[in-house]
């Protein structure tokens, strides 16, 4: 037994149980009730609506996926790559749809599951979380133990192809998470502009014509989005793993546990380099230990019948907590079982408190029981600019706790294991992601389901709970986001560690007194504001569109605002549709095609692009996702009836900083996450050409 479980067929095994478990729970939530008949048709409408997104969507990307394939043939990189590369992208665009249409089929039963209890809400849009979490696991460990199998008595080989799988599925995340993003806010901002700030209606009323462009716009963005990001952080971690640990194998001569051709950055046990293959083996088994506890996790999130947010939010974070400590102990007996000495479990051990810390600290900056949130709040009652400037200064106050966790993990794990360890960080951080991801992809399940019971007249305390739900949900998607950008760093941090290990580039050779080195920081650093603006001002060109349009019907439908006549909400969703698609290709592009340009001209230049672009990147990310999600939270606090309530001049300001917040934490944030990454994995996989 002990034998079988440590074989990569094992690994596969655990993908297709992780698949299995997503597969039960739909059928369960399929079984919960849909509500009568004005709530299901607005489930099904928002249903239609994320599809014929996603459908559009995917005919440019596998135009996208054929020239990359042709491109990697024709260069001869290796057959196998183009396999992989294929394999990547269809396994994460796969894990998107499948999470997309559970959560679209959900809200409306979560709806219905609070009208019962608010418990029954949580654990249906939880459910509907973990649908999507384990189905991302499953396909990624699959996908990756089936390439190993077939390249295993080759090392070398099969961490130049391994590399594919994860381009692949970077390619998808960036236009995913940008087109996402861009349709989500698009939406938001036009229907908030016009509805609440002009017309003092409230939120998800529907008399509002962009409203359910808004709901499709939550799971296109934070389900299919987010899923695809965190896909490719998960496959990104193991590969950068495996790709060290075979260039450590396949070494012609190892004197300390350095790898040739680079300065000794840091001498590898002679014990972890005689482990050989168990090397490559390591990464996969930690992630198929963290699928079982996030499925132990899992069952630890049992909510109270009549929970108040404080219970609901104790309660996702049991089953996250639960998770860890468990990996803690598959993670010990793991390392033991394949290795001499138990030090690569530190660094596992490292990346998942890491995660922890990076998860609680933005709770603690963006949840309005807390402090940095209610001064937002306090702030804005004196106007907008001083609930902006309070929100923007909170969230750069934020990146000081996520740096430090990163930089801690690095650190320790370096100092443990060698430049093996920082991928180990990241795999023991991303170990539990079947269970983080459901915390994650809960929030727009639920939020979904607010809007529902407004605008299904499902009755005050219906609304009320759900609002409940919908508020723990943003938290609990302020954590995700925060986690994701931690992961991103890690992963970003490891793959550039394997692009050194794999080009043999050594510490002397990226000096910042090198002139491309420090062209390739400058560069680096210029593509995430760049990408930033480039994401945040088609944000902005989208709700502008979308604002027009909402004037155009209020002004020319009759009735529309006594609420005697339907609104065209569909022309809302196409204006979403139309500038999401148009407007991803110029990101994507730019993320795509920068790295190699500069890795043709100098390997060092390209070090130094890597560098800087994960230092701004993180930063970037950090700040602008938890000022975005403490400026939600800050008007959600005043919404409660604090500070003078809804319709207050606090109230007022508290919507232009959420406003404001929304591209910051649902577009520009997350969108950064993919970019580092994505020009990592290229940077690796274009070596060759380099």
Known sequence: MIDFIFEIWFVTLAGIIALIFAGLLSLWLLRQPKGRERVSDLSDRIYRGAMTFLNREYKPLVVFVIIVAVILYVTEIHDEAVIAFVSGAFCSALAGNIGMRIATKSNARAAVGAREEIGKGLKIGFSSGAVMGMTVVGLALIGLSAISHWLWTEPGKLAEVIVGFGFGASSIAIFARVAGGIYTKSADMGADLVGKVEEKIPEDDPRNPAVIADNVGDNVGDVAGMGADLFESYAGSIISAITIGAAIVTAESVSGGVIPNMEPIKAISPDLVKAGKDLLLYPLFLAAFGLFSSMIGIAFVRPKEDADIGSLHNTLNRGVFGSAAVMGIFGYVITDQLFVNIEPFYAMITGLAAGIAIGLASEYFTESRFKPTRSIAEASQTGPATNIIGGFSVGLASTLIPVVAVCVAIGLSYHVVGLYGIPIAAVGMLSTLGITLATDTYGPVNDNAAGIAEMGEMGSEVRTRAEKLDAVGNTTAAIGKGFAIGSAALTSVSLFSAYIAKVGVGVSQLSVAMPEVMIGLLIGGLLTFV????????????????????????????????????????????????????????????????????????????????????????????????????????????????????????????????????????????????????????????????
């Open 531 to 690: 990408f930033s603006a480039l994401t945040m001002s088609a944000v902005g060109r989208g709700a502008s569109s979308i604002v027009k349009e909402v004037r155009r019907q209020f002004e020319q439908i009759p009735g529309l605002l006594e609420g005697e006549a339907e609104p065209e909400s569909e022309k809302c969703v196409a204006i979403s549709t139309n500038t999401a698609l148009k407007n991803m290709i110029i990101p994507g592009g730019l993320a795509v095609v920068t790295p190699v340009l500069v890795g043709l001209w100098s390997a060092q230049a390209l070090g130094g692009l890597l560098a800087g672009a994960i230092v701004t990147g993180l930063l970037m990310a950090i700040t602008l996702a938890n000022a975005g999600g403490a400026w939600d939270n800050a008007k959600k606090y005043i919404e409660e009836g604090n500070l003078g309530g809804k319709g207050s001049d606090a109230h007022a300001a508290a919507v232009t900083g959420d406003t404001v917040g929304d591209p910051f934490k649902d577009t520009s944030g997350p969108s950064l996450n993919i970019l580092i990454k994505l020009m990592a994995m290229i940077s690796l996989l274009f070596v060759p050409l380099f």
